[in-house]
């Protein structure tokens, strides 16, 4: 008899980048090994913060089976102006409505919460409670420990948090297994529960960039150097550095940046790029042209804000790595994502004040296409080695038939 296993995240397929791209790759991975998989989650929405077109007229409870396995949807409230209050309307409406999608299912042997949101978690325990089900937690970002580092919060807003925190730990506690992405997340889990923990990294389809002829992406063409950042525009990231990068890059010829993303910022990078010449914004591409994108690049700039330590393993440094180009990242000294690059020597990592030594390594980096070669087979080497899908699935597999 298969084995069922019941997934619960907000975010899935048609979603192609982020957490949708991982959830949706592990459910249809687990369909090809034999295992019966639902999944409970909300309508499409992210990065745009807008209910997909495709979607937007479907009944609020709908159901749909994807590649072999059965979604169920319910249409949560999504802000087009995500502030922190309509944020935590957002989850509350998903919340409840999928709560109503847990009567729908078949008793699941597994159930898997994927964090973010919490509150999957609660579903999650509930199932637990009238079904016997296993409960697993995997954790993709601490997400109120995103928000207090970020610099979200002020005010009121903490309050709010101290009690969302009470809850995860709650949710937490009462879980079977936790899992998260990164081992600097790993060791601020254990200082939120006991729970047993287990090390499911985030992964790479390694073969979309090493086994298929890649032509140039449409959207860099051009015979200039070309720098690049794909993935979402939010507050993560740290653009104020990004613009103070562009005003020095003003003085090299024969550049270009290309920005290709969504998200929550887009409206004030846009309006900052627009009087750089050299800067170009595209919407995110489909998944199935991602390799191609990130493989014509140069080099690629991921620029995170020094705060952030460790919430979150960013995924999009995967994709950049298996390009085979290097990549020149900021964030705290303090983070895995600094280990991962001296491990790997595929790029450069700086704290979020070295914007002289950035532009001189861009400098170096330009003039040396050898180091640019170089760098970018380091990069593809280990994350072919350390994180390519089926060993990551495969482990998560080994897992679940030992969870008794």
Not at 98 to 120: A, E, G, H, M, W
Request: overall charge positive; hydrophobic content about 40%; aromatic content about 14%.
């Amino acid at each position: 008899m298969k084995k069922k296993i019941l997934i619960i995240g907000i975010n899935y397929y048609p979603e192609d980048s982020a957490i949708g791209l991982y959830s949706t790759q592990k459910a249809e991975y687990l369909v090809s090994k034999g295992f019966d998989v639902s999944v409970i989650t909300g309508f499409p929405y992210y990065p745009q913060w807008k209910i997909s077109e495709g979607y937007m007229q479907k009944p609020y409870f709908f159901k749909e089976k994807i590649n072999g396995v059965k979604v169920y949807r319910s249409k949560q409230y999504v802000p087009n102006n995500p502030t922190f209050v309509k944020r935590i309307l957002h989850l509350t409406s998903f919340t409840f409505g999928n709560f109503f999608n847990l009567f729908r299912i078949k008793k699941p042997d597994i159930v898997v919460s994927i964090v973010p949101f919490t509150t999957s978690g609660l579903l999650g325990w509930f199932l637990k409670l009238i079904y016997g089900s296993k409960n697993w937690i995997h954790i993709q970002d601490f997400e109120f420990d995103a928000a207090i580092d970020s610099g979200l919060l002020s005010g009121k807003k903490k309050k709010l948090i101290g009690v969302l925190q009470k809850i995860e730990e709650f949710v937490l506690d009462r879980a079977d297994i936790v899992s998260t992405i990164s081992y600097g997340m790993m060791s601020k889990l254990k200082t939120k529960t006991k729970t047993e923990s287990f090390y499911l990294t985030n992964w790479i389809d390694c073969r979309n960039f090493n086994e298929r002829d890649l032509s140039t992406h449409e959207y860099l063409q051009s015979d200039k150097f070309k720098i690049l950042y794909s993935g979402n525009i939010g507050a993560k990231q740290d653009w104020d550095f990004f613009f103070e990068f562009l005003e020095y890059l003003k003085a090299l010829m024969d550049i270009e940046v290309i920005v290709v993303g969504e998200g929550a910022e887009k409206d004030k990078v846009l309006k900052g790029i627009c009087k750089y010449d050299f800067v170009k914004h595209f919407n995110l591409v489909p998944y199935n042209e991602l390799s191609s994108l990130l493989s014509s690049a140069d080099i690629h700039i991921l620029f995170q804000k020094p705060e952030v330590i460790d919430t979150v393993m960013p995924s999009k440094i995967l994709g950049m790595m298996a390009s085979g180009k290097p990549s020149v990242v900021t964030g705290n000294v303090k983070s895995e994502v600094l280990q991962v690059f001296k491990d790997s020597n595929g790029g450069f990592y700086f704290d979020g004040k070295s914007i002289v030594e950035i532009i001189d390594c861009i400098k170096q980096l330009m003039a040396n296409r050898g180091l640019c070669y170089q760098l970018g087979l380091n990069a593809n080497k280990y994350v072919t080695e350390k994180f390519s899908k089926e060993k990551i699935l495969d482990n998560f597999i080994g897992a679940l038939k030992n969870l008794n």
